[in-house]
């Protein structure tokens, strides 16, 4: 919806949210319900573009099994009291009030059955329903604080007692990510800790990149450990390095300069048909052995790397060690291009864990992915969207 400057100018608002995606629309929502008269400003042509292309398209709305250790925060109890207010329970409700179809996939991860967009439509419905208005193409170019908040943009002013920074982070910049949030945190003295991207694919070091990249498109179930956590998930060889399920996550955890250790084989002892008596012990057996483990291509490049110095039980020892901990060292990430959401973010300090409004600026709230709360893969971070934005949104 596009109002003219001379509109905007005798629009009076009780809230203005700046971002049209998961957080800012459900915290528009419960604004508008409770009679608040509220303005979305989405920068983009149309709201909830990432929403569009989540889930493969189909969205992963939420996670029957979201809970506060999902989450990675400088403050790991910050997010609990928003998780326990607004639950997967109460979303799920939202999408059968409006009669999607929806389907579990494994580990609790909600996704629709037919596509995203009928997350959009519903969201869209709801801020209809509570009197809600929403300006697309419409940048904020300045923020100040005078007798409340006022917004500048290329249309016009826009005024209103509360605002909430729901802008997201700088993960998939194609989208239209920008550091917004992060800059109207610091103009008003918030604290920032570090950002970063996460749920991302890890890139091999060179002398990686030369001994597995011409696997790519491997897969395999293992076990990838940085410092005390760990994942099972699928494992998936790139031309670059290493990303599918189980690297997205430790990714969220892995620091530069520090290696991560995979599981090849978890649960499996590879040698131990080999230390049979009357077994053979030969090159040809250890392929035997592993191809019952590892996908062959896999299995094959890791005996050509890692070869038995002999065939004595030390050695099948160390055979084993290494197929359990395999230690690499990334080069990196592949940045906030293939990222899925921005670590770190306006610091929860600064927040009130009930309702997010800055304890420096009163009227001034922050949700969403610009926030130092970061899920795991699996609808996670919609679910802290959801429950950070109706907090906001029973607050303003």
């Keep these: 919806m596009k109002l003219e400057t001379d509109d ?40 909830g573009k990432k929403i569009l292309i989540s889930g493969g ?21 910050f997010c609990k009291s928003a998780l326990a207010r607004y639950t997967p329970a109460d979303f799920i409700g939202l999408v059968e009030k409006h009669r999607i179809p929806y389907h579990e996939k ?14 959009v439509g519903m969201l869209e419905s709801e801020c209809q329903a509570a009197g809600v208005q929403i300006f697309t193409q419409t940048r904020p170019r ?7 908040f006022v917004v500048a943009t290329e249309t016009g002013e826009f005024r209103a007692p509360a605002l909430v920074v729901a802008t997201g982070g700088l993960s998939i910049p194609k989208l239209g990510a920008s550091p917004l949030g992060y800059e109207i ?57 290493l990303s599918g ?17 995979i599981d090849l084989a978890p649960g499996l002892k590879i040698t131990a048909g080999l230390r049979q008596d009357g077994t053979r012990r030969d090159l040809a057996s250890a392929k035997s052995a592993l191809h019952t483990a590892l996908p062959v291509r896999l299995a094959e490049r890791w005996l050509e790397l890692h070869p038995p110095q002999a065939w004595t039980n030390a050695a099948l020892d160390e055979m084993e060690r290494q197929i359990h901990h395999w230690e690499v060292s990334p080069d990196g990430t592949e940045g906030y291009e293939k990222a899925e959401v921005t670590a770190g973010g306006v610091d929860t300090d600064e927040l009130s864990a009930k309702t997010m409004e800055s304890s420096k600026v009163p009227g001034l709230f922050f949700i969403g992915e610009v926030v130092d709360v970061t899920g795991h893969l699996g ?4 679910q802290w969207a959801w429950a950070s934005g109706f907090c906001a949104g029973q607050a303003v």
């Design 8 to 47: 905007l100018a005798n629009q009076p608002f009780d809230v203005i949210v700046l971002g049209g995606g998961a957080a800012g629309l459900m915290c528009a929502i419960e604004a508008g319900k409770r009679g608040r008269r509220v303005a979305v400003l989405e920068h983009a042509d149309r709201i």
């Design 57 to 77: 398209g189909r969205c992963n709305f939420t996670n029957l099994h979201c809970r506060p250790d999902n989450f990675l925060s400088a403050n790991p109890h």
């Design 106 to 119: 494994k580990l609790g991860q909600l996704f629709c059955d037919r596509s995203a967009q009928d997350i």
């Design 142 to 148: 300045e923020v100040q604080h005078r007798d409340g």
């Design 185 to 241: 945190a610091q103009q008003f003295g918030i604290k920032i800790r570090e950002c970063r991207p996460a749920l991302v694919p890890l890139t091999f070091n060179a002398n990686d990149k030369r001994s597995y990249c011409d696997l790519a498109g491997v897969a395999t179930e293992v076990v990838v450990s940085a410092g005390r956590q760990q994942f099972r998930e699928k494992l998936l060889i790139t031309h670059r390095g």
């Design 245 to 261: 399920p189980a690297i997205l996550q430790i990714s969220s955890y892995w620091q530069r300069s520090e290696s991560i250790a």
């Design 379 to 382: 609808g996670h971070n919609f």
